[in-house]
Nanobody, 114 residues
């Protein structure tokens, strides 16, 4: 059974940084196309960043230059380093395979104050 446990969210002021972690089980993050998604209140879930099995990264335009996705194969964990945070980045952040839509975890809340 595939499970994701996200952590690292919190309340931060605009311009601050956070590092999110996603511990995966039942799936090997190194050989899958992993992604970080987010969902703000009243909005649809959207892809924020992805990392392919060949280590190619892709980012939504609204986070380019501010967020960095990475993974640790030994820990089977995916990370999202977020910098220069903006109030519009406030959302619940989730990780998942970019294309296979496994069951979603609880997510981790990120709140950016102005």
């Amino acid at each position: 059974q595939v499970q994701f446990v996200e952590s690292g969210g919190g309340l931060v002021q605009a311009g601050g940084s956070l590092r999110l972690s996603c511990a995966a089980s039942g799936i090997t993050v190194r050989i899958n196309d992993m992604g970080w998604f987010r969902q703000a209140p009243g909005k649809q879930r959207e892809l924020v960043a992805g990392i392919s099995r060949r280590d190619r990264t892709n980012y939504a335009d609204f986070v380019k230059g501010r967020f960095t996705i990475s993974r640790d194969a030994a820990k089977n964990t995916v990370y999202l380093q977020m910098s220069s945070l903006k109030p519009e980045d406030t959302a619940v952040y989730y990780c998942n395979d970019q294309y296979r839509n496994y069951p979603w975890g609880q997510g981790t809340q990120v709140t950016v104050s102005s």
